[in-house]
T-cell receptor, first 112, second 110 residues
Framework: NAGVTQTPKFQVLKTGQSMTLQCAQD?????MYWYRQDPGMGLRLIYY???????DKGEVPNGYNVSRLNKREFSLRLESAAPSQTSVYFC???????????FGQGTRLTVV | GDSVTQMEGPVTLSEEAFLTINCTYT??????LFWYVQYPGEGLQLLLK?????DKGSNKGFEATYRKETTSFHLEKGSVQVSDSAVYFC?????????FGKGTTLSVSS
């Protein structure tokens, strides 16, 4: 069972560069999420997609864009990376509000 | 807005000690409550959940009871093991996406 797969696992960017973090799930889940994890801050929601074709902002959306490409895939794009975006990014998915969310292994991003 | 507050860590215990990690929440309505665990280098995984007041979630010897009157969901385990060393997150689901606390690091020594 693959579950939630994120790529890449590690990435170093220079300030101003762009990149897309990929996420795919094979559990036929409707909802998908992007979180960032920073020391002492816990996990903060960047964007979520309640269903295919919809996306909504979370707590910290500035500097990011997302695309729900289809039911399986939900990508996160940094158009112009900044050092403040150095973080560990987690993608997650769930069936609906009352069920377990499944997390990917994370992407450790460093912006220099 | 909706939020979760959990005790600051790190928590350091000896094997077989009793564990309590406090969690309180602020939310409108009656959200579902969760505890997630993150082992080093991994993503989060669900430990237990409760969906209504007075529900008790339990898994792997861990328990937590949904207390609406005190807006709390404290995590407990009677006898911790070295393998329980991890970061524990309390979370609530108000209807859109999970909202997490800042996490509590547990370190258990033998």
């Amino acid at each position: 069972n693959a579950g939630v797969t994120q790529t890449p696992k590690f990435q170093v960017l220079k300030t101003g560069q762009s990149m897309t973090l990929q996420c795919a799930q094979d559990m036929n889940h409707n909802s998908m999420y992007w979180y960032r994890q920073d020391p002492g801050m816990g996990l903060r929601l960047i964007y979520y997609s309640a269903s295919e074709g919809t996306t909504d902002k979370g707590e910290v959306p500035n500097g990011y864009n997302v695309s729900r490409l289809n039911k399986r895939e939900f990508s996160l794009r940094l158009e112009s990376a900044a050092p403040s975006q150095t973080s560990v990014y987690f993608c997650a998915s769930s069936t609906h509000w009352n069920t377990e969310a499944f997390f990917g292994q994370g992407t450790r991003l460093t912006v220099v | 807005g909706d939020s979760v507050t959990q005790m600051e860590g790190p928590v350091t215990l000896s094997e077989e000690a009793f564990l309590t990690i406090n969690c309180t929440y602020t939310a409108t309505g009656y959200p579902s409550l969760f505890w997630y665990v993150q082992y080093p280098g991994e993503g989060l995984q669900l430990l237990l959940k409760a969906t209504k007041a007075d529900d008790k979630g339990s898994n792997k010897g861990f328990e937590a009871t949904y207390r609406k009157e005190t807006t709390s969901f404290h995590l407990e385990k009677g006898s911790v093991q070295v393998s329980d060393s991890a970061v524990y997150f309390c979370a609530l689901y108000p209807g859109t996406a999970l909202i997490f606390g800042k996490g509590t690091t547990l370190s258990v020594s033998s």
